[in-house]
């Protein structure tokens, strides 16, 4: 099995910023990209990032240049800085792991950008 736990979310001011961390567990041999999905209210979820095990990244447009994703293969570890964050960033992070070909999903993690 896999566990991934998700941390650092909450609430944060409109302009702040704040770190996310998903570090993975248990059976994760052939662990490649690592990445971060986000749910709003009433929208389906969609890409905010992701991370090859080589370190290559791919952003989402409304998030580039706001956004850094970063992993630590050592603690099987994916990090994700959102600075600038603005009311559009509202919604449950989910993070997100590739294993042999196959996505393992966090439980999700709450983030409320307050304007």
């Known amino acids: 099995q896999v566990q991934l736990v998700e941390s650092g979310g909450g609430l944060v001011q409109a302009g702040g910023s704040l770190r996310l961390s998903c570090a993975a567990s248990?059976?994760?041999?052939?662990?490649?990209?690592m990445g971060w999905y986000r749910q709003a209210p009433g929208k389906q979820r969609e890409l905010v990032a992701t991370?090859?095990?080589?370190?290559?990244?791919n952003y989402a447009d409304s998030v580039k240049g706001r956004s850094t994703i970063s992993r630590d293969n050592a603690k099987n570890t994916v990090y994700l800085q959102m600075n600038s964050l603005k009311s559009d960033d509202t919604g449950v992070y989910y993070c997100?792991?590739?294993?042999?070909?196959?996505?393992?999903w966090g439980k999700g993690i709450l983030v409320t950008v307050s304007s």
């Open positions: 991370i090859t095990n080589a370190g290559r990244t």
């Open positions: 997100d792991v590739q294993i042999l070909g196959m996505d393992y």
């Open positions: 248990g059976i994760i041999f052939g662990l490649n990209a």
